[in-house]
């Protein structure tokens, strides 16, 4: 147990400093990390590990998932749906069947489901090191939220098809049974996942001032969701998956500003944490895993070999598959000037006749709108393809699935190096050489002017909300008593410094006075502003990006009333 205690320690200390430098030499820190594991795993006397699968299954994957789901806009994950759902889920399906076929292929012995199995655990990509990449050499915001859905929900498309097949080595499912259990473990996992985050968000939502308790609740979701969804047999990464989105898009409506920062910098610390450490892990493994290869004694370099050539056929049905879906994506753009044309007609319809009458349906036309109009500004082209082809490195669900291949299973212990093998080579060949192919490509996010325009737009809404709340007749304090001219004067003029503020608020023992007065007022224009902000979102026509910074901007403004 010391040693351990030990280790874990040296590890976080570890991923702290590779995560230092590699912001330093422009490297995503999980390509430096699993490096790293490797050359400690050299170490003379350096302790052999194997954890069990489900200390990453059970453990680690939930919290890695809802901290990602937490902070993913879920307008943003609705626009691309239908491409992440086909990249999370047909193509993993298509690639575990081609790679499974060429194992079956080299070693018959084991049997093509068992072959299949192994395809399922190299299939699913992890989109940390893409995205980490992405984010630092500012991709456009679609690709990389096209790469982070597309890894949280790939590893339950991934992990029921080892379920089932695993279970049909044994002969005990059929194809048809096969469908049956896959769109019963979504549909299940959806569920539960839903549930879930209502509730907890219900929960929390009813704990005032008590950041400590609503945080003691927040880390538990992840396990509230994925237990239970995989004690019904469901997918449990579903399940994780949304509650964290439910938990994301609830958060501005029903927690306080101190839970929602608190929130931000708890899950960032714990997806630093042990997503990093998988990939430590990962390499620190390795050598404990060609140690078993070589004591089975049937031919390492063959799997070695394998892993390679299988890494290749992963790259190509890749490509293959992104092809015709950037060629699909590119045909749908050139048809939104025409549905623009009958959305807008349509809205001119709605608001000449009564809108008020029908805000439903002209509340989903203007979302409609936003989203052709979306699709419009943030078209994503050949060369954002050739990025999202090229991001197929593997990472935590390959590392923890491997291991779970039952021990009856022939060659297992080739079949984990290649599992380890390929997920070794994609992170360090494609994620090493990923920054290369975007500063080729030429590839730019939203323009720092175009942004800046948005920011303008929005500041904009939102002071004039403000001076038309200041304005009103009937604006008052919370005991009905009016606020003194002077405060509202000073309020407009926001000439009070932070400092003062904070030293005003800290001595200020009156219930009258001035500064409590102010306090008062101007915790209620936060109310406005994140009104307006909740407002931009529902409607879609601002980027998720200036949503955001507009959030975190008010979040601070409001703790500090705290």
């Known amino acids: 147990m010391e040693e351990f205690a030990l280790l874990a320690v040296a590890g976080v200390l570890i991923i702290v400093l590779v995560s ?133 929900v790939n590893d339950a498309t991934a992990l029921v098809m080892l379920r089932t097949a695993i279970a049909a080595t044994a002969g005990s499912i059929t194809f048809w049974g096969a469908i049956g259990d896959f769109a019963y473990a979504v549909i299940a996992g959806v569920a539960v996942g839903l549930l879930v985050g209502a509730v907890t968000v219900w929960a929390r939502s009813r704990i005032r001032q008590q950041p400590v308790l609503t945080t003691a609740i927040s880390l538990t979701v992840p396990f509230l969701a994925y237990m239970p969804a995989e004690h019904l047999q469901a997918s449990g990464v579903i399940a994780v998956v949304a509650a964290g989105l439910v938990t994301g898009h609830q958060a501005p409506k029903r927690f306080s500003a101190v839970d929602r920062i608190t929130d931000r910098t708890n899950w960032r610390t714990i997806q630093l944490l042990l997503e990093n450490g998988v990939f430590l892990l990962m390499g620190f493994e390795i050598t404990s895993i060609v140690a078993d290869a070589e004591s089975s004694g049937r031919g390492l370099w063959m799997a070695v070999a394998l892993a390679a050539v299988c890494t290749v056929i992963l790259f190509g049905v890749r490509i293959l598959f992104v092809v015709p879906l950037i060629a699909g994506l590119r045909a749908r753009q050139r048809r939104i000037p025409e549905l623009a044309e009958h959305l807008d007609a349509a809205l001119e319809a709605v608001a000449e006749g009564d809108a008020e009458a029908n805000p439903r349906r002209a509340a989903r036309l203007q979302r409609w709108r936003a989203d052709a109009q979306f699709q419009a500004t943030h078209s994503l082209g050949w060369r954002g393809g050739a990025v999202l082809a090229w991001s197929g490195m593997r990472g935590a669900v390959t590392l923890a699935a491997a291991q779970s291949l039952p021990s009856d299973i022939p060659y297992r212990a080739e079949l984990i190096l290649i599992a380890f093998t390929v997920a070794i080579i994609t992170l360090v060949v494609q994620g090493g ?88 007022l101007r915790r209620q224009l936060v109310d406005v502003e994140q009104s307006v902000l909740l407002d931009a979102r529902a409607g879609g026509t601002y980027s998720s990006h200036t949503l955001q910074r507009a959030q975190h901007f008010i979040d601070a403004e409001s703790a500090r009333m705290q």
Request: hydrophobic fraction near 50%; glycine fraction near 8%.
């Open 433 to 520: 050489t990923l920054p290369l192919l975007i500063r080729v490509l030429g590839i730019k996010g939203t323009s720092e002017v175009a942004e800046g325009r948005e920011v303008t737009r929005l500041a904009e809404e939102i002071i004039a909300a403000r001076q038309a709340f200041l304005d009103s007749q009937t604006l008052q304090r919370e005991n009905g008593k009016p606020f003194a001219p002077e405060v509202l004067e000073r309020t407009r003029s926001r000439g009070m410094a932070a400092t003062e503020a904070l030293a005003a608020m800290v001595n200020d023992d009156d219930p009258d006075g001035h500064s409590r007065q102010h306090r008062e």
């Open 20 to 152: 230092l430098f590699a912001q330093k030499l422009g490297v995503a820190a999980p390509i430096l990390l699993v490096i790293v594991g490797i050359g400690c795993s050299l170490i003379p006397g350096a302790p052999r590990i194997l954890l069990e699968p489900e200390w990453i299954l059970m453990i680690a994957l939930p919290p890695i998932l809802y901290s990602a789901a937490v902070n993913v806009p879920i307008t943003d994950f609705r626009r691309d749906l239908q491409t992440i759902s086909a990249l999370s889920v047909l193509l993993v399906i298509a690639s575990a069947f081609a790679t499974g076929w060429l194992i079956w292929w080299v070693l018959p012995d084991i049997g093509f489901a068992a072959a299949v199995a192994l395809g399922a655990v190299i299939s699913p990509p992890d989109a940390v090191a893409a995205t980490s990449i992405g984010k630092k050499l500012g991709l456009p915001p679609r690709l990389v939220m096209i790469l982070e859905g597309e890894g949280l």
